[in-house]
T-cell receptor, first 114, second 115 residues
């Protein structure tokens, strides 16, 4: 049973470009979460999605960031017009349902903005 | 509000000696608590979780944690450290309610294991 998959593992972008980060949840999981880890900090919640719905986006920056989890395909975290401060590790997690079940994390995408 | 405080940013132990990583939580109701481990440039792996069953929780790789409501603590321990335990450890509380289900992370404790 494959775990949570994220790609790319590493992404380099120049300021002003767009970054697209993909997350495929574990088989049977319909809930996806995105977290950001800035250098030498803990993880911070960004957004919680179910298929075709954003449930909680209270941790998303107001501008340039968006997330989706379509009916088919992976969840996408999109960052438009990246700036150096967006450089971080972005982790995706998934769970089978909402309750208080464990969230399983992917290996992360490390974004570097030049 | 839910939060966790990890009391030590760095802990250094010798191989074969006990490990203690301290965590205090704040919660308005009975929390779900977790410890995750992150090896350098890797993802997060769940070590153990507490969800209001037994207060002493056993995890993987010989780790365990005890939930103490009176002290609002959830410290992580291991009797004998191994070199492979060197990593960053995160104490985490789940914020669940209404429409949300998110994890609140502590700032992490970096464990170094000396030979």
């Amino acid at each position: 049973n494959a775990g949570v998959m994220q790609n790319p593992r590493h992404l380099v972008r120049r300021r002003g470009q767009e970054a697209r980060l993909r997350c495929s949840p574990m088989k049977g999981h319909s809930h996806v979460y995105w977290y950001r880890q800035l250098p030498e900090e803990g993880l911070k919640f960004m957004v919680y999605l179910q298929k075709e719905n954003i449930i909680d986006e209270s941790g998303m920056p107001k501008e340039r960031f968006s997330a989706e989890f379509p009916k088919e395909g992976p969840s996408i975290l999109r960052i438009q017009q990246v700036v150096r401060g967006d450089s971080a590790a972005y982790f995706c997690a998934s769970s089978p349902g909402r309750s208080q079940e464990t969230q399983y994390f992917g290996p992360g995408t490390r974004l570097l903005v030049l | 509000a839910q939060s966790v405080t990890q009391l030590d940013s760095h802990v250094s132990v010798s191989e074969g000696t006990p490990v203690l990583l301290r965590c205090n939580y704040s919660s308005s109701y009975s929390p779900s608590l977790f410890w995750y481990v992150q090896h350098p440039n890797k993802g997060l792996q769940l070590l153990l979780k507490y969800t209001s069953a037994a207060t002493l929780v056993k995890g993987i790789n010989g780790f365990e944690a005890e939930f103490k409501k009176s002290e609002t603590s959830f410290h992580l321990t291991k009797p004998s450290a191994h070199m492979s335990d060197a990593a960053e450890y995160f104490c985490v509380v789940s914020l669940y309610g209404g429409a949300t289900n998110k994890l609140i992370f502590g700032t992490g404790t970096l464990l170094a294991v000396q030979p």
